[in-house]
């Protein structure tokens, strides 16, 4: 290790739910985006943490652990692992997602779509403009996530893009437009090992080991 930065996530204007991501617009059929839920926006802005927040207890311990070790167990599933009644666990769980103590979280593998170049931008605008301009990266189909942060730069985005040219013509013509832009930089990713939750070995994903276990 040589050197290491730090930075405060501030406010979170995109991210979660891969499904949603506008980049992939269309691919599902209006009949699949209601099987998975797509009633509503996939992401709404808000602050990182609550002024109240939410504490688990001990039955929602047990939940969380049986929807980590299966993120399709079903309600009375759920509700035998925590000791409630499918009724209970279906309201607990409602609770916690609207208080952001949970999300869920669909990842794709980008490479394998057809998404060849992943990068990090790090963006220094105008402190005026930073909600204005953290809101319009959240509309860019080329953008999986972007957030207000603490530091030099003040806004943190991911971009997805077909390849290198795309990248330079995206990060050039429209995100250099952005109002309020000061300056960026462009870091691409050479290989992405691990997100959120899931490896990826050659673009794709590798299943979990407790999936392959429970064969």
Not at 61 to 88: C, I, N, Q
Not at 152 to 164: E, M
Not at 188 to 207: F, I, M, N, S
Request: aromatic share 6%; hydrophobic share 40%; charged share 20%.
């Amino acid at each position: 290790m040589i050197d290491i930065n730090a930075f405060a996530m501030l406010r979170q204007f995109l991210g979660g739910r891969g499904h949603y991501w506008s980049a992939l617009q269309g691919t599902l059929s209006p009949k699949e985006e209601a099987a998975l839920g797509s009633g509503g926006p996939p992401f709404t802005e808000s602050p990182v943490v609550t002024r109240e927040p939410l504490r688990l207890t001990p039955e929602d311990e047990k939940m969380l652990d049986a929807l980590a070790a299966d993120g399709r167990a079903s309600l009375v599933d759920l509700a035998a692992a925590a000791g409630l009644t499918p009724g209970r666990v279906s309201r607990r769980l409602d609770a916690l997602l609207q208080h952001r103590v949970v999300h869920i979280d669909v990842e794709t593998a980008a490479a394998a779509l057809g998404y060849h170049a992943r990068a990090n931008l790090w963006l220094r605008v105008h402190p005026s403009a930073v909600k204005s301009a953290g809101r319009t990266l959240a509309q860019e189909p080329e953008i999986a996530f972007t957030a207000a942060i603490s530091g030099p730069w003040n806004i943190h985005a991911v971009a997805h893009c077909r390849d290198l040219d795309e990248l330079f013509e995206f990060t050039s013509d429209r995100i250099g437009s952005l109002t309020g832009l000061q300056s960026m930089e462009v870091s691409p990713v050479l290989k992405h090992v691990k997100q959120a939750g899931t490896r990826l070995c050659d673009g794709r994903l590798v299943e979990p080991s407790s999936a392959r276990a429970r064969r």
